[in-house]
């Protein structure tokens, strides 16, 4: 890997560190939203369900009544939303908050009622990718999941790492063929070394949020973009409080 990449994914991997910290089991999920993107979540189709915003406040959700009743607490910045009976299998609407706007895709079904809490991008990721708003714990701990990731990235990662080779098909899409090929230890963080190739005859667009999973506290993608046959790393992170 050249210097220039090793740099970018350094940069990259603190723009998106915490991206995917697990949420609470039960009747809270977070769900990780982008400007412009779509994003689908589980509700339950007779149960209220509160939609919040992480550390903001939520300004308006637009969706067909005859589908959604939407409860808004402008106080708050909140909303409760309850599907309607006779409701299709999937409602889209359109959420705004204080900072980006994205359509949302509710799937109701047969489930409990349920707290949603919308994780937003850090506030200057597009145009300083090395910022990232205050997460739990020290910037010692944003360190060194950085320099753990960037030992994954290449091919001699130091005396202090410790190297597991997997070398271990998993299978995840039928588009994508997936290689674990090593695992990385430094204490008490982990990181598992992918590598993503395109097994169909289109192009695929990757995206980090397909690849967390409880448990992993961040992930990096070198490239997001692959033609029929190209390949790509890409980096999971096991912090301290979710290592296995």
């Keep these: 890997m050249s210097t220039g990449t090793s740099m970018r994914l350094g940069r990259y991997i603190v723009a998106v560190l915490f991206g995917a910290a697990s949420a609470a089991a039960g009747a809270m999920e977070l769900v990780h939203v982008i400007e412009g993107r779509t994003a689908t979540v589980e509700v339950s189709a007779t149960q209220p369900t509160l939609l919040r915003v992480e550390q903001g406040r939520l300004r308006a ?3 067909e009544a005859a589908h959604l009743r939407v409860e808004p607490d402008r106080t708050r910045g909140e909303a409760i939303l309850t599907v309607q009976p006779g409701a299709p299998a999937s409602i889209t609407v359109f959420v705004t908050t204080e ?3 994205f359509p949302l895709v509710l799937v109701p079904g047969d489930r409990p009622a349920r707290t949603i809490v919308l994780r937003e991008p850090p506030a200057q990721a ?3 990718p090395s910022a990232t708003r205050p997460v739990p714990g020290t910037t010692q701990h944003v360190r060194e999941v950085k320099r753990l990731v960037l030992a994954a990235a290449a091919e001699r990662p130091g005396t202090d790492v410790q190297v597991k080779h997997v070398n271990q098909p998993i299978r995840l899409w039928s588009e994508l063929a997936v290689l674990h090929r090593r695992t990385l230890i ?8 992918w590598v993503l190739t395109n097994a169909s005859l289109s192009a695929v667009q990757l995206d980090e949020q397909e690849l ?9 993608i070198e490239r997001h973009h692959l033609a029929p046959g190209e ?14």
């Design 61 to 63: 959700v637009r969706a």
């Design 99 to 101: 900072r980006i706007a």
């Design 126 to 128: 597009s145009t300083q």
């Design 186 to 193: 430094a204490g008490s963080y982990q990181v598992e070394h």
């Design 212 to 220: 967390y999973s409880r448990g992993i506290a961040a992930v990096a």
């Design 231 to 244: 390949s790509t790393a890409a980096y999971r992170v096991r912090g301290p409080e979710s290592a296995p």
